[in-house]
T-cell receptor
Framework: ETGVTQSPTHLIKTRGQQVTLRCSSQ?????VSWYQQALGQGPQFIFQ???????GRGNFPPRFSGLQFPNYSSELNVNALELDDSALYLC????????????FGSGTRLTVV | DQQVKQNSPSLSVQEGRISILNCDYT??????FLWYKKYPAEGPTFLIS?????DKNEDGRFTVFLNKSAKHLSLHIVPSQPGDSAVYFC??????????????FGRGTQLTVWP
C-alpha cells in the first residue's frame, strides 16, 4: 500500500509566476485535500476534492485552484504568485473525506522570491 | 479566525516523565478532535483522536482527555521517549455537512524529550 506522494519536494518561483503542485493519493482513497502551512503556523485548509469535484474551500482567493483526476491524483495551481504564498503545501488523501483517516504527504516547500 | 489554539509553542520533558500538550477550541460543534505528530521533512501522521461524546481515549502511551465545558483537550504521553520529539498538532473537524473532512489545526507544539 503506497502512501501519499507529492512533487516536487522543493520549488523556487518568482513573484507573479504560476506554479503547479502534484499529489498522488493513497491507494483506495477517493478524497484529496490541500493545506498551506506557513512558517510557525498550523496547516490551513485550501480546498478538498471528492470524486473529481471540489466540495469544500477555505479562505483562499480564486488564484488558488485545483483538479482531481479519475485516478484520484490531484494538482494544486497557484497563479500570480505573491511573496506570502511561500509555505509548505501539504496534500492529504482519505476515503470519503473522513478527517480521522487522512494520510498526509511530505509536502512541497514553495519559496516565492 | 483561529478555532483551534495551541498556546504553548514548545515543551521540554525528561525521558520517562509525562508530557502534557494542551489545546483549546472555540467551536462547540466540533465532532472529533485529533492529534497529529510531525517530524521534520515529513507530513503530519495521525496519532490519536477522540469523539466529542467521549471524555477520554487511550492508546498505549498516549491518552487524550476532553473537557467540553472548558473547550479544552490535552494529550498525555507516558512515559515520554526521545523518539517522541516532534511537533504535535491539535486538530478538529465536523462529521457532517459541507465541511466534512476539513481539519482545523492549531499552530503546533514542539515537544523535546531529553535523556
Amino acid at each position: 500500500e503506497t502512501g501519499v506522494t507529492q512533487s516536487p519536494t522543493h520549488l523556487i518561483k518568482t513573484r507573479g509566476q504560476q506554479v503547479t503542485l502534484r499529489c498522488s493519493s493513497q491507494s483506495g482513497h477517493n478524497t484529496v485535500s490541500w493545506y498551506q502551512q506557513a512558517l510557525g503556523q498550523g496547516p490551513q485548509f485550501i480546498f478538498q476534492y471528492y470524486r473529481e469535484e471540489e466540495n469544500g474551500r477555505g479562505n483562499f482567493p480564486p488564484r488558488f485552484s485545483g483538479l482531481q483526476f479519475p485516478n484520484y491524483s490531484s494538482e494544486l495551481n497557484v497563479n500570480a504568485l505573491e511573496l506570502d504564498d511561500s509555505a509548505l503545501y501539504l496534500c492529504a488523501s482519505s476515503l470519503d473525506g473522513q478527517g480521522y483517516g487522512y494520510t498526509f504527504g511530505s509536502g512541497t516547500r514553495l519559496t516565492v522570491v | 479566525d483561529q478555532q483551534v489554539k495551541q498556546n504553548s509553542p514548545s515543551l521540554s520533558v525528561q525521558e520517562g516523565r509525562i508530557s502534557i500538550l494542551n489545546c483549546d477550541y472555540t467551536n462547540s460543534m466540533f465532532d472529533y478532535f485529533l492529534w497529529y505528530k510531525k517530524y521534520p521533512a515529513e507530513g503530519p501522521t495521525f496519532l490519536i483522536s477522540i469523539s466529542s461524546i467521549k471524555d477520554k481515549n487511550e492508546d498505549g502511551r498516549f491518552t487524550v482527555f476532553l473537557n467540553k465545558s472548558a473547550k479544552h483537550l490535552s494529550l498525555h504521553i507516558v512515559p515520554s521517549q526521545p523518539g517522541d520529539s516532534a511537533v504535535y498538532f491539535c486538530a478538529a473537524n465536523f462529521a457532517r455537512g459541507s465541511t466534512l473532512g476539513r481539519l482545523y489545526f492549531g499552530r503546533g507544539t514542539q515537544l523535546t524529550v531529553w535523556p
